[in-house]
């Protein structure tokens, strides 16, 4: 497993564990209403699971798994990955920001920004990887 | 794929039908009559989904396919696996029972069941965390 794939789903761990930490919290409240405030945090509860882990879990595996070249570098454009992993976390820490902590509208909309940039990143790395064994893209 | 594995997805595939099945009734017009608790069941849809499904799909594929940690411990100990298991699946039954019941009958003894369910499920998260972070690691060279 490359390095890069290490950092991912091991931030997806951790993104998990936050995930879940939020959600038990949320699902507290729903039964003992521990307080009101606790619902400003439900867009953060979404955005550290469906982003931070599945996302950029499945980033991870794919930068893996997915077919590699025969000759050296073999998995090409590196550096797109690397942004794209630093893009979706800037993007998630900053929808955050946006919706549970009310830095502004703006914030969430550049949050979004970044994320959809991640993912042309991401594509942009792994397109020429998605080939048949032959080579056939 | 080991035991493990086998009970995680399979438990998945069931939840995916399970969910799927629920989302089917909850769309269903209102002259059909759909019992009320029911009706509350929209964010249990989610989580029997998301949880359920995507979430347990993962664990148990990463359970088989991630790198091991040697040939004498391949996967770590398997208790905290089934640990995981189990305690990710009561709290989702849990939550499943718990969620109508609460909002029928607010302020009353059934949001403990929440406040359970909520727990067993954060234990499972850590304890595959701990089970896996491990594995998140170059191939076993066998040294």
């Not at chain 2, 998301?50 to 979430?55: D, P, R």
Request: net charge positive.
């Amino acid at each position: 497993m490359p390095r890069l794939s290490r950092w991912m789903i091991r931030t997806a761990f951790v993104y998990l564990i936050l995930g879940f930490t939020v959600g038990a919290l949320l699902l507290t409240h729903k039964g003992l209403n521990l307080h009101p405030a606790l619902w400003g945090w439900l867009p953060t509860h979404i955005e550290l699971l469906l982003m931070g882990w599945i996302v950029q879990l499945t980033m991870g595996v794919a930068f893996w798994i997915l077919p590699r070249y025969w000759a050296k570098p073999r998995r090409p454009k590196e550096g797109y990955a690397r942004i794209a992993f630093a893009l979706l976390n800037l993007g998630i820490w900053c929808v955050i920001a946006g919706t549970t902590f009310r830095a502004g509208a703006g914030v969430v909309t550049v949050g979004r920004g970044l994320e959809l940039a991640a993912v042309l990143f991401f594509a942009g790395h792994n397109w020429r990887r998605i080939v048949s064994r032959e080579g056939r893209g | 794929m080991p035991a493990l594995t086998r009970w995680f997805i399979k438990a998945a595939l069931l939840y995916l039908a399970v969910a799927l099945l629920l989302a089917l009734v909850l769309a269903l017009p209102d002259a059909v009559g759909t019992p009320f608790f029911i009706r509350l069941m929209n964010p249990t849809y989610f989580h029997l989904f998301l949880v359920g499904w995507v979430t347990q799909m993962i664990f148990g594929v990463i359970y088989w396919l991630f790198p091991i940690i040697s040939r004498a411990r391949p996967r770590g100990d398997e208790r905290l696996g089934w640990a995981c298991f189990v305690l990710l699946n009561a709290g989702l039954l849990l939550r499943v029972a718990g969620e109508p019941l609460t909002s029928m009958h607010p302020n009353t003894g059934f949001g403990w069941i929440l406040a359970i369910a909520a727990l067993l499920q954060w234990l499972a998260a850590v304890l595959f965390v701990i089970l896996a972070w491990p594995r998140v690691k170059e191939k076993y060279r066998g040294e």
